[in-house]
């Protein structure tokens, strides 16, 4: 289990970063043409933002955190509900990271920032 408010490495493939809930097993999400112009997949317990290169990336959940970050290149916010005591997020053939976000109905929102070295992917869980 992984702490909130760090950072953790993660590599980004096929374009894709993945928050999820249930078991530790990544769902299984097809993107249509309009989830690629809106830069996510909604799937069975989880969510794909779309990344914005494939390789080294940074990752940092937060929870109900009134802070957000200094400025984004793409912030994308949506309903997520789990029933779980863990969340994963993973990227296709990488680690599955784990966090502790209690049990409940949130606003995920995804901050994605462009760096030169690696790209930064703030995750934020807001309950509602």
Known sequence: ???LNQ???LSISYHQITVYTGS???PVIDWSDDDILQGFAMGDQGVSFEGINNGKASVT???N???SPASADRTIT??????SDQVYITSVMAQVLSFPIPK???QLTCYTTQQP????????FQTV
């Open 61 to 63: 959940v937060t929870l």
């Open 24 to 26: 530790k097993t990544p």
């Open 1 to 3: 289990m992984n702490n």
């Open 65 to 67: 955190n009134d802070i």
């Open 117 to 124: 070295d690696e790209d930064l992917y703030h995750i934020h």
């Open 78 to 83: 949506i309903p997520f509900t789990h029933a």
């Open 104 to 106: 409940g109905d949130y």
């Open 7 to 9: 950072a953790y490495s």
